[in-house]
C-alpha cells in the first residue's frame, strides 16, 4: 500500500520525505528495492521542483538502503543515476566501486565524479573500471595520464581515441604511432580539429570584433518568471526563447542560456555577441533547443549584429547537421578550458529543464 500511495506521487514538491525514509527503514527488503529504484528514477530525470535539502534526503534514503539491495537494484539505481547531476558524490562513489556491470554507466556518464575521485578509482579499479572511464565525454590531463600510466593497451587506444581527453602532446604522439595509420591519421586530424574549435572560442574579448553591448529589455513576462516555469515543467525552453526572441530580448535570452548551461552570463554573452555561431549553436544543441527555435534565434542575432539574414540562415543549417554528441563534448572541453584559465564559471554540469504537461503548457502560455 505504501509502494502505491509513493507513485501516485507526480508533482516531487509534494513528496512525503519522511514518510519515504520511514518506509524505506520498515518495509521488506524487496519493497525497499523497489521504493530505491522508483527514487532513482526520479533523481535521474534531473529531480525538477525539489529543493536541495529534499534532493539530499532522497540520495540519503537510497543510500540508508544501499546495504541491503541486490546487485540488480543496484545496476538499475546506477543506470538510472548515470547521468544526473542531483546525485550525491557519496552514492556516485559507492556504485562506482561495485562490480563493473553495476559501476559503468556512473564511471562512464556521471557528472558528479570529481577529477580527485576518477583519479582514486583509476589507481584502485580493475582495467574494466579505467576502460569505462576512458570513455567519458571528457577527462581531465591527471586522469589521462593516470589511465596511460596504468592501463593496458585496450585502455591507451580508448584514451587516444577519446576526443575529450586532454592527453598531453608527447603521449599523445607516442599513441599515434602504436596505432594502424589509417586510424591514427584520421584520429589526429579530427583531434586537431577540435583543438582549433577550442583555441577559437577561447579567444579573448579583446581580440573579437563583437557586436553592440546587450540592454535589458521590459519583458511581457519577466525573466524569473520564465526561468520558474522552465525549470518548474510548466513551459519548455524552446517557448521561453522564442518568446523572448519575439520580443528581440536577447540580453535574457543570454540569461536563460547561462541559467542552464553551467556557463557564466560573461562569456555566455561574448558568444552571442561574436559574429560567428559556433557557441551558441553549440549550448542551444546540448539544451535541446529545436532547428526552428535556433533559426529564429539567429535571425534576431543577425538583426543585433547587422549582419545578412543570409548568415542567419546558413548558421540554421549548420546547426541542423551538427551531432549533439559533438556538441556536449566541445561544451565539456570548452568548460574545462575555461575554468583552467581562471574565467569565471560555475561548476555545476547542464541543467536539465523538466518537461511540461501539453496542459500545463497551454495554461501557462495562456496567462
Not at 562512464?108 to 580493475?126: F, G, I, Y
Not at 549582419?307 to 542567419?312: E, L, S
Request: aromatic share 4%; net charge neutral; with cysteine.
Amino acid at each position: 500500500m505504501a509502494l502505491r500511495k509513493y507513485e501516485r506521487f507526480k508533482q516531487p514538491g509534494v513528496l512525503a520525505i519522511m514518510a519515504l525514509r520511514s518506509l524505506m527503514e520498515t518495509c521488506p527488503d524487496y519493497k525497499k528495492e523497489q521504493v530505491a529504484a522508483l527514487v532513482a528514477q526520479h533523481l535521474g530525470s534531473g529531480a525538477g521542483g525539489l529543493a536541495q535539502s529534499d534532493v539530499n534526503e532522497l540520495n540519503s534514503a537510497i543510500e540508508g538502503a544501499y546495504d541491503s539491495l541486490g546487485n540488480e537494484a543496484k545496476r538499475q539505481i546506477s543506470e538510472s543515476l548515470a547521468s544526473s547531476s542531483a546525485t550525491s558524490n557519496s552514492l556516485a562513489m559507492r556504485l562506482a566501486q561495485e562490480t563493473l556491470t553495476i559501476a559503468a554507466p556512473i564511471l562512464t556518464n556521471s557528472p558528479v565524479l570529481t577529477t580527485k575521485d576518477l583519479k582514486k578509482l583509476v589507481r584502485e579499479q580493475s582495467n574494466g573500471h579505467r576502460l569505462a572511464i576512458s570513455n567519458r565525454d571528457v577527462l581531465d590531463r591527471e586522469v589521462t595520464d593516470l589511465l596511460i600510466a596504468l592501463g593496458d593497451n585496450e585502455i591507451k587506444l580508448s584514451v587516444s581515441a577519446n576526443l575529450g581527453a586532454d592527453i598531453a602532446p608527447e603521449d599523445f604522439d607516442r599513441l599515434l604511432k602504436a596505432m594502424p595509420e589509417k586510424m591514427g591519421s584520421r584520429i589526429g586530424h579530427l583531434r586537431k580539429s577540435n583543438d582549433l574549435v577550442i583555441q577559437d572560442l577561447m579567444r579573448d574579448k579583446d581580440d573579437l570584433v563583437l557586436g553592440p553591448d546587450l540592454e535589458e529589455r521590459v519583458a511581457a513576462i519577466p525573466f524569473d518568471q520564465w526561468l520558474s516555469a522552465v525549470e518548474l515543467g510548466q513551459v519548455n525552453l524552446d517557448a521561453a526563447v522564442s518568446r523572448m526572441c519575439t520580443e528581440k530580448n536577447l540580453y535574457d535570452v543570454v540569461r536563460l542560456l547561462s541559467e542552464f548551461s553551467g556557463m557564466s552570463q560573461d562569456n555566455v554573452t561574448c558568444l552571442m555577441l561574436r559574429t560567428d555561431a559556433m557557441g551558441i549553436a553549440i549550448l542551444c544543441k546540448i539544451l535541446g533547443v529545436g532547428a526552428m527555435e535556433y533559426a529564429i534565434l539567429s535571425r534576431v542575432r543577425c538583426i543585433h549584429l547587422r549582419m545578412p539574414q543570409f548568415m542567419g540562415e546558413l548558421w540554421a543549417r549548420n546547426f541542423n547537421i551538427l551531432d549533439a554528441e559533438d556538441a556536449k563534448r566541445l561544451y565539456g572541453l570548452l568548460m574545462m578550458k575555461l575554468q583552467k584559465a581562471g574565467k569565471p564559471e560555475k561548476s555545476a554540469p547542464p541543467k536539465k529543464a523538466a518537461k511540461p504537461a501539453a496542459a500545463d503548457k497551454v495554461h501557462w502560455l495562456a496567462q
